[in-house]
């Protein structure tokens, strides 16, 4: 067996951090040169600008992320569950706060409307499949920084990344039906990253952007005299959104 010089893997591995140090600062001029270039007559205009205000508008695509529990081995009436997504749309409100000339803090609170629908096969066919169908008007209250490319004649690529919270205001967990339905909480928390693109106008900038936003925390309110609830071990959300920014 060939043994492995410790020395030389520090030395192999210094020297491609080395090579990536190297190249960063070599194509650096470069990046900082197009960053200041004639090319971006729009860009600059804003570029001056510390902060500005947007509205948005979007598409949406919500569903549930269902997880089976140790009963649903036992049921003899549901042999399956599964989450059915349904169309939504946002509107929103948009401020950002420049942090250098690569960095943005946003905050978007925005009025999202989505459906949701959890479908249960029923094992025998004597008994009609159910849906509980979740219709959501939610505050939303996201928090993202946002990373931007140089820009190149007036356009410029950026990633995003942060935190939502999200209250449903149409929720109907606490109605007197509800104790015959799977309860879901009107509070989520979620994750958001995606990624977009901006074109920079005379008087505005549009940004088209792809965003998904993961639920990391259980939604299910569990109600021990459902077996629809009993048979979930958690209900955890999740949003596929295409924005359309229009900020100045």
Do not use: C
């Not at 059915?84 to 925005?110: A, E, Q």
């Amino acid at each position: 067996m060939h043994t492995v010089n410790i020395r030389n893997l520090f030395y192999l591995l210094g020297t491609k951090v080395i090579l990536v140090l190297f190249l960063s600062l070599a194509f650096a001029p470069k990046a900082e040169a197009q960053f200041y270039s004639g090319d971006n007559y729009n860009f600059f205009d804003f570029q001056q600008k510390p902060y500005y205000f947007g509205i948005t508008l979007a598409l949406n695509r919500a569903t549930f992320q269902p997880f089976r529990s140790r009963e649903f081995i036992f049921s003899d009436s549901i042999s399956a569950v599964q989450s059915l997504s349904g169309p939504g749309f946002n509107l929103g409100i948009v401020t950002n706060l420049k942090i250098g000339n690569f960095f943005d803090f946003r905050f978007l609170p925005t009025l999202s409307f989505a459906t949701r629908n959890l479908d249960y096969t029923k094992t025998s066919s004597l008994r009609p499949n159910s849906q509980r169908s979740v219709e959501s008007v939610f505050v939303e209250l996201p928090f993202h920084f946002r990373y931007k490319s140089v820009p190149y004649k007036d356009k410029r690529l950026f990633v995003i990344a942060g935190v939502k919270y999200a209250f449903d205001v149409a929720s109907d967990s606490r109605a007197r039906q509800a104790e015959t339905l799977v309860k879901i909480s009107p509070h989520d928390f979620s994750i958001e990253y995606g990624a977009g693109i901006q074109f920079f106008f005379p008087y505005f900038i549009f940004s088209p952007e792809f965003k998904v936003s993961q639920g990391i925390g259980n939604t299910l309110l569990f109600n021990p005299n459902l077996e629809e609830s009993t048979i979930l071990e958690k209900v955890f959300s999740r949003t596929f959104t295409i924005s359309f920014h229009f900020e100045g």
